[in-house]
């Protein structure tokens, strides 16, 4: 399996899926889980794998760490279902890593990061690992309800161990009706960060509609924004184009695709 | 720099392309969008992802897998039927034939008659050239043997298509199949039934199981090898069919993924060259790289044009019959 170092799409070979047994299952909410699994690879935040069950189906899921390769499965359907049956020991198939990363443009900037819904899955280990060329972080998290929001506690212990070397990490939460954190979306309290503070970068994962709404937010603000798409991946490598998105095939060009970018030559991580 | 190197446009059916390449069927074929973005990269003529007479879901996943040699794919002909696809050809006729890119539909059915249906709703949309798939190797399950796997029923299927879009001047071009004992014989059946042109070759049947398991690893068991491992296979399937029918424009696809692959191609017969899985071997700049890789080969070589290309491994062989035989084996 081969990555280009510069975070941009592969151009070689991502091979077969082959097994690898789950090492932990950590239950998040009422339909949420993260896999830990006992692989490691070359990747980075916002790049995806594919997870095969055979003869029974094959998703993406973008990978909450590489090493080990961590997974956050929602259960939404018989695939998902099937996998939140399954525990330490048992075999899951994977290939990959696929798509583009997120890419740090430079040090000393002030980021963003905003997740809706699963959509936080890539932004906790892209936290972990531009922190300490941040200048500061604000992340947002939201959903419909308090039972819905993810990786709070994940991003609080964060948050704990980024006060020393003391890179400030903001955490603030959401819900559409008010049971957690404020009431509104994501885009609210980005829209009152944004008024308030000085934000260089944007980057966030979630559905369309809240991506759509972040990007024009970036606009408005002259922001660069690096949003990663949620697609339904076919043949995962840039050729069915089932997952296409404005002319781009989000399982080559993206997921994570880059708007407004100022800055000539965004730096790998 | 690149005004010094040939001009690579090539004639096809009578149409002026501005370049050999042609965006394979089934390779990003979904969108408008994508199909321009194959136009940007320097095709001379885009084929939209085949479509029938109603929307299909196609396969599950895997559907299509790096397995060392190539792609293997079984896609399962997933699209949104010919009502829809309508539509997307039409927009993508107004947005390519200002830079003289030709767009191309291509359709699938499940008898001859269906497949002559779906030409004459596909016609309205006026492409440039209609491609017949009857060759698709996965879809056994819901068509049965493809098409192009017999001489009479590629025959049949392209005479129904002729007649349905008769007098609507969209010339037919009937795609192959690999895994037949002549595809020259079926080349020539379609030509003798009206095919205008000849696209040589769809993907070849094969089978990757995963030794953990022990199961296949596409959902559809088997599926359609593409890329390097195609690539000697269409060859030699572009060079019987340019013998079986020399008068014919063929499109040659079949792991082409650089700039000589192509040049190979068009010495095989290929009119035109399809390009598809090299988008995955090459990155998503391979059209454009291979484009450019072409026009730099016949710079080196002095070759001023596509046609001084054309069915070269046809031509007299540069010596005479050479008379040295093999030694005979020896006796111990």
Redesign the interface.
Known sequence: MRILSDGCAHSGSLGLPAPFPILSVETDNYRTKTFTIDLSLDALPGQFVMAWLPRFDEKPFSLVAADPVTLMVTAVGPFTNLLHAMGPGDPLWIRGPFGTSFRLPGSGLRAAFVGGGYGVAPLLWLAQTWRRQLEGATVIIGAGTAADLLYVDRFNALQKEAMSPGVPLEVLTCTEDGSAGSTGLVTDLLSDSLRSGETDLLCACGPHGMLAAIDSLGDEHNIPRQLSWEAYMRCAIGICGSCELNGSVLCLDGPVLEYGRTEQDAQPV | MSEDLPNPSVTFLDRELPSPLVLAS??????V??L??AADQGCGAVTA?SCGPEPRA?H?????????GG?L?A?GL?NPGVDEEIGLLREAKARLQPRGVAVIASIFAGTASEFGDVARRIASASPDFLEINISCPNVEDSFGEPFAANPDAAAAVTGCVKQAVAGQAIPVIVKLAPNVPSVGRIAQAAVHAGADALCAINTMPGL?L?P??G???L?NRSGGISGPALKPIALKAVYDARKACPHTPIIGTGGVSDGQDAVEMLMAGATVVGV??A??Q???DALRNIHAELRQWMAAQNIASIADLQDRAHSEPLYATSPSIPPAPSAH
Do not use: H
């Open positions: 089934g390779i990003w074929g979904t969108t969008s994508l321009e973005r992802k196609g599950v996943n895997p559907s299509c897998i790096d397995w060392g792609l794919n896609i997933a990757v995963d953990y398991s199961q296949p690893v959902a598809g899985s988008i995955y090459r990155g998503p």
